[in-house]
């Protein structure tokens, strides 16, 4: 499966409500129940947090720079993203942003406008002094990124709060309630002012997070070490963070990966691979290593058709090929029966799902009927799927089951970077994909929205134009009534059911695995003492960790 979307440009999901403000972007508690398996194996800490050691951690892929205005961050990017940058939001424990770096993010009572403060006294690495000045630098530089910028769309302005040097204005053109939610990634990692004058910022990044970048060698590794001046401390005003380096080790291999932790290489990874983790699993129940995995919103496994493109833009041959797609032979082929089986972009559990949003039943019967009809109009169904990962079996079964009803496709195997390329720019009829794990749907809006979905590069990947789903997606954008959002949002999910860009399979798994000498594998308490979401980075996807608070135990 593709090792996820490269260009998530997941970016920029904001934090919400202020200090003392119980305005939330998601309007309640949006946490989900996702189906039960194995329970995470940890060890207790032994004493209070320990000071000092270089953690080494496996990431599944390299980055194409740091620079949270200009680059791609996905699962990987994001992880070391969050140890040099702070976001200005962070989930808590019940799926709802709060400040993080921001003290608070204050919306005007229509959400056309949202105050964002900074702490005071907070400082970058170079120095440089966190206000309403940085902040509008940065926004301003995602707004004018060929690419990030497009999910900064609705920022009609940003200045900063004349009233207060230490607060940024951003205007909205449309209300935007769910703003937050896009501070809590690659939206809200502010950087320093410096970089915008630097050509090679992707690779000297600053910010003001828990670890200072020291070297980067592409495709070997990414050192950071502590900021001796961080702005947190712990719930015992001990200054974070414990360890004193960090160094991220790109290992997309998924076998190597495990391979690297089990010999103390490294000693923290993650993984969405259904072998390893399995086996990892087993080694944690051993006794071996530690092992937790994400409970929220999960992202699926699915084929991304291009309506665009003939033979894919006529219903009928998208109908066909869900109706021949046998879901629960692919999870027992890569989850061995364990994973669980999508059917539309909300988990089962979650607060979003709603009812009424059916999803084809696997009928090869009636693929057949559908597909004679289009080849008595139109000729015989073929078309290309290619591939991004060194892992087959789900193509190979794709394959194999829409050849027993008259498709035939054509599989090849393409280098990530171009692959992700190609669905921005709409060169490709069908690709191998996994995407869609938000907490907050409206941080899926870019992914669903037919203004992305034009020529040249879009988004909107599918190229699936329908003006419900843009009404849905302002709906729940535009309040914090969770009532209203919850139907909007399933609207959305039933109205793509409907439509059938994606041809969904098996949801991911995400685990995060440890040495069993590393505490602190999940994130820690919010900067206001309160609880966390225990697993997530930019919306809430799991996989990332906040290292902030981490530490081993000698």
């Given at each position: 499966m593709?090792?996820?979307?490269?260009?998530v440009i997941?970016?920029?999901?904001?934090?919400c409500?202020g200090?003392g403000?119980d305005?939330?972007?998601s309007g309640?508690?949006?946490t989900g129940?996702?189906?039960?398996?194995d329970?995470?194996?940890?060890?207790?800490?032994?004493g209070?947090?320990?000071?000092g050691?270089?953690?080494?951690y496996?990431?599944?892929a390299?980055?194409?720079?740091?620079n949270?205005?200009?680059?791609r961050?996905?699962?990987?990017?994001t992880?070391i993203?969050l140890?040099?940058?702070d976001?200005?939001?962070?989930?808590d424990e019940n799926?709802v942003?709060?400040p993080y770096l921001a003290e608070?993010?204050t919306p005007s009572?229509?959400f056309?406008?949202w105050?964002?403060?900074?702490?005071?006294?907070v400082?970058?690495?170079?120095g440089?002094?966190?206000?309403?000045?940085a902040?509008?630098?940065?926004f301003?530089?995602?707004?004018?990124?060929?690419?990030v910028?497009i999910?900064?769309?609705?920022v009609a302005?940003?200045?900063v709060d004349p009233?207060n040097?230490?607060a940024?204005?951003?205007?909205?053109?449309?209300p935007?309630a769910?703003?937050?939610?896009f501070m809590?990634?690659?939206?809200g990692?502010v950087?320093?002012?410096a970089?915008?004058?630097d050509?090679?910022?992707?690779r000297?990044?600053?910010?003001t997070g828990p670890?200072v970048f020291?070297?980067?060698?592409?495709?070997k590794a990414?050192?950071a070490t502590?900021n001796?001046?961080?702005?947190?401390?712990d719930a015992?005003?001990?200054?974070?963070?414990?360890?004193?380096?960090?160094?991220?080790?790109?290992?997309?291999d998924?076998?190597?990966?495990?391979?690297a932790?089990?010999?103390g290489?490294?000693q923290?990874?993650?993984?969405t691979?259904?072998?390893e983790?399995?086996a990892l699993?087993?080694?944690?129940?051993?006794?071996?290593?530690q092992?937790?995995?994400?409970?929220?919103e999960?992202e699926?496994?699915?084929f991304?058709l291009?309506t665009s493109?003939?033979?894919?833009?006529?219903?009928?041959v998208?109908q066909?090929?869900?109706?021949?797609?046998?879901r629960?032979?692919f999870?027992q082929?890569?989850f061995d029966?364990k994973?669980?089986?999508a059917?539309?972009?909300?988990?089962?559990?979650?607060?979003?799902?709603?009812?009424?949003?059916?999803?084809?039943?696997?009928d090869?019967?009636k693929?057949?009927e559908l597909?004679?009809e289009?080849?008595?109009?139109?000729?015989?169904?073929r078309f290309?799927?290619?591939?991004?990962?060194t892992?087959?079996?789900?193509i190979?079964?794709a394959?194999e089951?829409w050849?027993?009803v008259g498709?035939?496709?054509d599989?090849?195997?393409?280098?990530q970077?171009?692959?992700?390329a190609?669905a921005a720019?709409?060169d490709?009829?069908?690709?191998?994909?996994?995407?869609f794990?938000a907490l907050?749907p409206?941080?899926?809006?870019?992914w669903?929205?037919?203004?992305?979905?034009?020529e040249g590069?879009?988004?909107?990947f599918a190229?699936n134009?329908?003006p419900?789903i843009?009404?849905a997606l302002?709906?729940?954008?535009?309040?914090t009534?969770l009532?209203v959002?919850k139907?909007?949002?399933a609207?959305?999910?039933r109205?793509?059911?409907?439509d059938?860009p994606?041809?969904?399979?098996?949801r991911?798994?995400w685990a995060?695995?440890?040495?069993?000498?590393?505490?602190?594998?999940?994130?820690?308490p919010?900067p206001?003492g309160?609880?966390?979401?225990?697993?997530?980075g930019?919306?809430?996807?799991?996989?990332?960790?906040?290292?902030?608070?981490?530490?081993?135990?000698?």
């Amino acid at each position: 499966m593709s090792t996820g979307l490269l260009l998530v440009i997941a970016l920029l999901v904001g934090a919400c409500g202020g200090s003392g403000n119980d305005t939330s972007g998601s309007g309640g508690d949006t946490t989900g129940t996702a189906p039960p398996r194995d329970p995470d194996v940890t060890l207790a800490a032994t004493g209070q947090p320990q000071r000092g050691g270089t953690l080494v951690y496996g990431v599944e892929a390299e980055s194409d720079g740091y620079n949270p205005t200009k680059n791609r961050f996905a699962p990987s990017g994001t992880e070391i993203g969050l140890a040099i940058y702070d976001p200005l939001a962070a989930f808590d424990e019940n799926g709802v942003p709060q400040p993080y770096l921001a003290e608070s993010l204050t919306p005007s009572a229509d959400f056309t406008v949202w105050t964002i403060t900074a702490r005071p006294g907070v400082k970058f690495h170079n120095g440089e002094a966190l206000d309403g000045e940085a902040m509008r630098i940065f926004f301003e530089a995602l707004r004018a990124d060929l690419l990030v910028g497009i999910a900064f769309k609705n920022v009609a302005a940003v200045a900063v709060d004349p009233s207060n040097p230490l607060a940024v204005r951003i205007t909205m053109k449309e209300p935007w309630a769910s703003f937050p939610v896009f501070m809590t990634g690659q939206g809200g990692m502010v950087t320093a002012p410096a970089m915008a004058n630097d050509p090679d910022s992707s690779r000297h990044p600053i910010g003001t997070g828990p670890f200072v970048f020291q070297e980067w060698v592409p495709d070997k590794a990414l050192k950071a070490t502590r900021n001796p001046n961080y702005w947190r401390r712990d719930a015992n005003g001990v200054q974070l963070p414990y360890l004193d380096a960090v160094e991220f080790r790109p290992l997309p291999d998924a076998s190597t990966r495990s391979a690297a932790l089990r010999s103390g290489d490294v000693q923290m990874i993650h993984t969405t691979n259904p072998t390893e983790i399995e086996a990892l699993d087993a080694d944690a129940r051993a006794g071996k290593v530690q092992i937790v995995f994400d409970r929220g919103e999960r992202e699926e496994n699915f084929f991304m058709l291009n309506t665009s493109k003939p033979p894919l833009d006529d219903i009928r041959v998208r109908q066909a090929l869900a109706y021949a797609t046998n879901r629960e032979a692919f999870n027992q082929v890569i989850f061995d029966g364990k994973g669980e089986i999508a059917d539309g972009i909300f988990s089962q559990g979650s607060p979003w799902r709603g009812e009424g949003a059916p999803y084809p039943a696997y009928d090869p019967a009636k693929a057949q009927e559908l597909v004679a009809e289009y080849e008595a109009e139109k000729g015989p169904i073929r078309f290309s799927l290619v591939n991004s990962g060194t892992d087959s079996r789900g193509i190979d079964l794709a394959k194999e089951q829409w050849a027993a009803v008259g498709i035939d496709v054509d599989v090849s195997l393409m280098e990530q970077g171009q692959f992700i390329a190609n669905a921005a720019l709409g060169d490709f009829q069908a690709h191998d994909w996994r995407q869609f794990g938000a907490l907050d749907p409206d941080y899926d809006y870019i992914w669903w929205t037919s203004e992305n979905a034009g020529e040249g590069i879009a988004l909107n990947f599918a190229r699936n134009k329908d003006p419900r789903i843009d009404e849905a997606l302002k709906r729940g954008r535009s309040t914090t009534d969770l009532a209203v959002r919850k139907q909007a949002y399933a609207d959305v999910q039933r109205y793509i059911n409907e439509d059938l860009p994606y041809i969904w399979t098996v949801r991911s798994q995400w685990a995060v695995v440890a040495s069993n000498n590393v505490r602190g594998i999940t994130n820690g308490p919010l900067p206001d003492g309160a609880p966390s979401y225990p697993m997530g980075g930019p919306g809430g996807f799991g996989g990332i960790t906040f290292l902030t608070q981490t530490w081993l135990q000698s």
